[in-house]
């Protein structure tokens, strides 16, 4: 079987490429970048492409069986989606696995969200069959704010509401295994989990993980924004401004039905949030004893 990927650089590709390689199928990477293209074992077969010139994908799809679909947050992602099916729709393949959000569903106001819902809905249309995943809030969000956090302040503002996590680890276990057992066929799948801390409790475990106190300084979504808005594009600084505006307000439970369905493609059950945080501080630990070693 020829997998054929988008997102190999991403979180979620990097953990599904080597699941992928152990699996013994065959792998196809379409990247835009030649330096990641060569970063990648030499039997791993790569094909520059770039999804706002649809015309270099044609190449990408040839001979593929699978496709996994992950379109990067861009002002521009809902345009590289339905393109990229309308080339997927020439000459289809078997199966693909887009990774959307359930987001999508729940808050299709935020911009990422909603342009998600509309592929989703052109996936439906293609006829190619498929499988659609919807994760909540990845666990390894949290890594960007790794000075932050070991500085002793969780600053994202969730709210006092439940907010469900998934790790991205096991987005890619349950994508793999949509891609070569071609499970869950034109299902729509959450991928949570049941560990849902809110602001609070989020800090609360980092100081437990980390060992000395983590505070939650509950900013408001535009006290976020604004503390980040040099490090990131405005029009990413709103979408998550918008995006932390609905946690504040609704948060996002999860329930224990919800994830009835995700026991097909990950039957051993997700990672906690809890485990998370305590893996990734000792990680954080350990490189910050290794720079002290003359």
Not at 128 to 153: C, E, M, S
């Given at each position: 079987m020829t997998v054929l990927i988008f997102g190999g650089s991403g979180n979620v590709g990097r953990a599904l490429i080597p699941i992928l390689y152990a699996s013994g199928a065959k792998i196809r990477v379409a990247t835009r970048s030649t330096a990641y293209a060569a970063s990648l074992p030499d039997d791993i077969d790569t094909v520059i492409a770039d999804m706002d010139d649809p015309s270099t994908l044609r190449s990408a799809f040839k001979g593929v069986e699978s496709v996994f679909l992950l379109i990067a947050n861009s002002p521009m992602e809902t345009h590289q989606g339905l393109s990229t099916l309308a080339i997927a729709a020439e000459s289809p393949p078997r199966h693909i696995v887009y990774l959307s959000s359930d987001l999508a569903v729940r808050a299709p106001m935020i911009p990422h969200a909603g342009g998600k819902f509309a592929i989703e809905t052109a996936?439906?249309?293609?006829?190619?069959?498929?499988?659609?995943?919807?994760?909540?809030?990845?666990?390894?969000?949290?890594?960007?704010?790794?000075?932050?956090?070991?500085?002793?302040?969780y600053a994202t503002p969730l709210g006092p509401h439940p907010v469900a996590r998934i790790d991205t680890r096991d987005v890619a276990l349950a994508a793999a295994t949509a891609l070569v057992d071609i499970r869950a066929k034109n299902e729509v799948i959450l991928l949570s989990s049941l560990d849902a801390p809110n602001g609070n409790e989020t800090a609360a475990l980092w100081s437990i993980a980390l060992g000395h106190a983590v505070i939650y300084p509950d900013l408001t979504p535009e006290e976020f924004a604004n503390s980040i808005e040099t490090m990131v594009p405005p029009w990413l600084d709103f979408d998550l401004m918008i995006m932390h505006r609905w946690f504040k307000t609704n948060g996002h439970p999860i329930n224990q039905e919800d994830l009835e369905a995700q026991a097909a493609l990950l039957p051993q059950g997700p990672r906690s949030y809890r485990s998370f945080a305590e893996e990734t501080a000792n990680t954080w630990q350990s490189e910050t004893q290794s720079h002290q070693v003359p």
């Open positions: 996936l439906r249309a293609s006829g190619i069959a498929h499988t659609i995943l919807r994760p909540t809030y990845f666990a390894q969000n949290d890594l960007v704010q790794k000075d932050v956090i070991t500085a002793g302040a």
